[in-house]
Structures are given as structure tokens and as C-alpha cells.
């Protein structure tokens, strides 16, 4: 995985040297910033494929970080971070980032994660059997430029919200389940995916219907899971 560039972002020269050496060890290329504003410097400067980034810096924390990053980019970001509550992680879910995990970290976990995000990322738009090109009533998603539109309006979406959407849009009217949809998308087994996926859902809603609260598309199934109406 050499040809990919991680970008870790923490205060704390230790942590980001310690996550440098594991992925260096996968053959993955790092480059480092100590804080939010210079996390945004680099993205000017450098190719990058996937963030790291811890959750309290000084500057620019991780949160802000990424909502600013969100304004521009769909790379895929992990929040860093040693608050283990789930108000956390959906927060940081809420405003953009594909993945959390909580110091003290497990270095395996964080190296898997890393590249299973990395792996979505470059292979977004690859389910097999459908058209390039897939329009529902003026939402559109074109699979080979990894887009997605509404009446001709591109719609900035993060990699899994893309993820979800192309879900869904290849197989329309058909319901999936929210462990089906955290099993495909996220490929690992569901444990407690209610909320993630429901986070996710609504994110895109905003994103994609006029009404989010009356959607057009993306409809839910009460009990059952969701799908994006025909």
C-alpha cells in the first residue's frame, strides 16, 4: 500500500511517531502535523489518501478540523480521541468523520481500520452488475467519477456516506436491514451499529432531500431498515 499517503495529526510528538512507525511498517507513507491549522497546511502541500487525527489539540481541535477539511474534501478521516463516550463518537461522526477510535489504542485495530478505510476509498463505485450511471427521479449517482447529484447539483458526500447511497441506489426499493448496511459498507460485523448507521442516514438526508423530515429518497421502514424509494 505504499502508493498511499496518511496524514497523522496529534499534539503529542510520541503518538504521532509511535502511529508513524506501524504504518510505515504496512508500507503506507506518513506525514505528520501537530495541530488542526497545519493539518490543513499540509493538505495544500501534500497528497493524501487518509487522516488520522486526534480529537483535543491546541489551535484548531480535531472536531473543527474536520468540519473545516469536510468543506472541501471526502478523504477519509479516523478521530483520535481518549473520551470513550458515544455522545463522542457520534459527534464526531456527525460532523464528517468515516471512523473513531479511542486511546489508548490497539495498534492492530488502528492498522486495520486504517486500511479498510483506505480500501473504500480507492474502490468506491465497484459493486458489481449495475450501470455506471444510476438516476432515481433527479438523483443521479455516476459510479465511475464517484459522484452524486441531485436534479443536477453535485452533493458533497463523505466516502461512507457515498458508500451508503451507492448501497442503496444499485438496488432500489429494496430494503436493507442497518446490519446489512454497517456489514457492507463498513465490511465488519455489526455490534451496536444502530446508532452509526442512523447517524449517517440523517447526515445524508440533509444532503440530499429538500425536506429532510418528509424525504423523497431516502425513505426508512419501521423495523425493517431503509431504501431509496424507485
Not at 464517484?146 to 443536477?152: L, M
Amino acid at each position: 500500500m505504499n502508493e498511499f499517503s496518511v496524514l497523522v495529526v496529534d499534539d503529542e510528538k510520541e503518538i504521532r511517531d509511535a502511529i508513524e512507525i506501524y504504518l510505515k511498517n504496512e508500507g503506507l507513507t506518513v506525514v505528520q502535523a501537530k495541530d488542526g491549522i497545519e493539518a490543513i497546511e499540509m493538505l495544500d502541500t501534500h497528497q493524501i489518501h487518509l487522516i488520522v487525527m486526534d480529537v483535543m489539540m491546541p489551535k484548531l481541535d480535531g472536531i473543527s478540523t474536520t468540519f473545516k477539511i469536510r468543506e472541501q474534501k471526502n478523504i477519509p478521516i479516523i478521530i483520535l480521541s481518549a473520551k470513550s463516550e458515544d455522545t463522542d463518537k457520534v459527534l464526531g461522526l456527525q460532523i464528517g468523520a468515516d471512523d473513531y477510535v479511542t486511546k489508548p489504542f490497539n495498534p492492530l485495530e488502528l492498522i486495520a481500520r486504517v486500511k479498510s478505510q483506505l480500501r473504500r476509498y480507492v474502490t468506491l463505485g465497484t459493486y458489481e452488475g449495475k450501470t455506471e450511471l444510476i438516476n432515481l427521479n433527479g438523483l443521479t449517482l455516476d459510479k465511475e467519477a464517484k459522484e452524486v447529484a441531485v436534479n443536477g447539483e453535485s452533493v458533497k458526500l463523505t466516502p461512507i456516506e457515498y458508500k451508503i447511497v451507492e448501497l442503496l441506489m444499485c438496488y432500489p426499493g429494496r430494503v436493507f436491514s442497518i446490519t446489512d448496511i454497517y456489514e457492507r459498507v463498513w465490511k465488519e460485523p455489526s455490534y451496536n451499529a444502530e446508532n452509526t448507521v442512523a447517524v449517517h442516514i440523517r447526515k445524508i438526508r440533509e444532503k440530499i432531500e429538500i425536506d429532510p423530515k418528509n424525504p423523497r429518497y431516502l425513505k426508512v421502514v419501521w423495523g425493517i431498515g431503509y431504501k431509496m424509494e424507485k
